[in-house]
């Protein structure tokens, strides 16, 4: 049974920093393409991104690129999603999401990801 925990979520200030983990279990982690997505009160969850089975390929949305790293440790079957110069408008609940397939290329599509976690809160107040 796989399964996708995350962590490190929380309330920060504007500017402040956070890091997201998540943590697999019941796949062979290097072989699946892994996502962080998010999904603000009213909206649809969104592309955050991604990273290739081998942490080759990364891919960013263009509202993250240059504040956010999304980083892997195939060792400990966790993906990372480090969190810098946050905004109030980057406040949702962020969801890990792991993808079978070819793992050498990185997805924006949320509809190719197998598996989901159950999602960690970020709040930031301005």
């Known amino acids: 049974q796989v399964q996708l925990v995350e962590s490190g979520g929380g309330l920060v200030q504007a500017g402040g920093s956070l890091r997201l983990s998540c943590a697999a279990s019941?796949?062979?982690?290097?072989?699946?393409?892994m996502g962080w997505f998010r999904q603000a009160p009213g909206k649809e969850r969104e592309f955050v991104a991604a990273?290739?089975?081998?942490?080759?390929?990364?891919y960013y949305a263009y509202s993250v690129k240059g504040r956010f790293t999304i980083s892997r440790d195939n060792a400990k079957n966790t993906v990372y999603l480090q969190m810098n110069s946050l905004k109030p408008e980057d406040t949702a609940v962020y969801y890990c999401?792991?993808?079978?397939?070819?793992?050498?290329?990185?997805?924006?599509?949320?509809?190719?990801?197998?598996?989901w976690g159950q999602g960690t809160q970020v709040a930031v107040s301005s």
């Open positions: 999401a792991a993808r079978s397939g070819n793992y050498r290329l990185a997805s924006r599509n949320r509809d190719e990801y197998d598996y």
């Open positions: 019941g796949l062979t982690f290097s072989s699946h393409v």
């Open positions: 990273i290739s089975g081998l942490g080759v390929t990364v």
